[in-house]
């Protein structure tokens, strides 16, 4: 269960045995359980925001592609599955179609998934980019596979 939060007059915490000063004051021990309960939900709340907002979201490749500009420097994820591939020595790009449109990744220390893969790749918006003799307008340098 959880523990008082307030603490007696020599500084101990008092542990909800009847000694807290508060409680005494206020309403009894039910209502410092109550505010030790609010203490930990909103520490879990706070947590659990900073952690989803540490976390590039899932962005459609439609969405990319209709303002490539608004995404570039930014780290996105998108996921789907690899419809195209070419590259040598671990390095290359491959082409991830999501349903909503297709975008080319770059490879540069994770491989090349081959076709048909389905995956999710997070990383950095580029634009005007050239591998192998081929230039792409738009294209996701990978930081991050999640498979």
């Known amino acids: 269960m959880f523990e008082c939060p307030h603490r007696t007059d020599a500084g101990h915490r008092c542990g909800g045995q009847g000694h807290c000063p508060r409680a005494l004051k206020h309403g009894g021990v039910e209502d410092c359980m109550r505010t030790a309960r609010r203490m930990l939900c909103a520490g879990l709340l706070a947590v659990g925001t900073l952690i989803l907002a540490a976390c590039p ?85 990978e930081t991050e596979r999640r498979h």
Not at 89 to 102: C, I, K, P
Request: hydrophobic fraction near 40%; proline fraction near 2%.
């Open 57 to 141: 979201g899932r962005v459609a490749i439609n969405k990319i592609k209709i303002d490539p500009g608004r995404f570039v420097g930014r780290d996105v994820t998108i996921a789907g599955r690899v419809t195209n591939s070419f590259g040598a020595m671990g390095s290359g790009v491959f082409e991830v179609d999501d349903g909503t449109g297709s975008m080319w990744v770059f490879s540069d220390h994770y491989g090349i998934p081959g076709s048909d893969a389905r995956l999710a790749v997070t990383g950095r918006i580029e634009e005007g980019f050239t591998f192998g003799g081929r230039h792409f307008v738009v294209v996701l340098r």
